[in-house]
């Protein structure tokens, strides 16, 4: 098992960046792939970003190619979703998962086992 507890939501302004963090704790953080969600009420949790096991291999959703940057550090047990340009569109509770069973990103909610509680972004036009 391994719980997670997200960080670093909060007010932005439109253009500007915010750094969410993801810190692990229970079994080894390297044997999971990694995961950044978000939801808004009234609609399905949505794929942001992921990265395997190694950090060697990263995907995106289309809506934040080239301004959001998934990242981890396996000997702190915890992944980072760097978010620059930011938009009102990207307003969100987001969420960090861990999928155990995979090596390979997977895009879908429900392959993702374990949950962190969300943190708040809104963005400001």
């Known amino acids: 098992q391994v719980q997670l507890v997200e960080s670093g939501g909060g007010l932005v302004q439109a253009g500007g960046s915010l750094r969410l963090s993801c810190a692990a704790s229970?079994?080894?953080?390297?044997?999971?792939?990694m995961a950044w969600f978000r939801q808004v009420p009234g609609k399905e949790r949505e794929f942001v970003a992921g990265?395997?096991?190694?950090?060697?291999?990263?995907s995106y959703a289309d809506s934040v190619k080239g301004r959001f940057t998934i990242s981890r550090d396996n000997a702190k047990s915890t992944v980072y979703l760097q978010m620059n340009s930011v938009i009102p569109e990207d307003t969100a509770v987001y969420y960090c998962?861990?999928?155990?069973?995979?090596?390979?990103?997977?895009?879908?909610?429900?392959?993702?086992?374990?949950w962190g509680q969300g943190t708040q972004v809104t963005v400001s036009s």
């Open positions: 998962a861990a999928d155990g069973t995979r090596a390979w990103v997977v895009i879908r909610s429900w392959d993702y086992a374990h």
């Open positions: 229970g079994r080894t953080f390297s044997s999971y792939t």
């Open positions: 990265i395997s096991r190694s950090g060697g291999t990263t």
